[in-house]
């Protein structure tokens, strides 16, 4: 694989991720979150928080402190 193949490649995954991320948050604004649970939450690579969570979407809904 050539310097240029690669990056066409890392371009075009980047693209699908943010598409992917955009198309996810588009179904977490419609959904009714009618089932929470409460569990840990990570908002980030290493770091975490307890929360009540969507069980469709995954959303945050509130944090517990």
Known sequence: MTNKEIQQECELMFKQIKDAENRIKEL???CKHE???RGLYSWRVGSY???EICDYCGKLISDYY
């Open 35 to 37: 089932h929470t649970h």
């Open 49 to 51: 928080e307890e929360g």
């Open 28 to 30: 977490r604004a419609i």
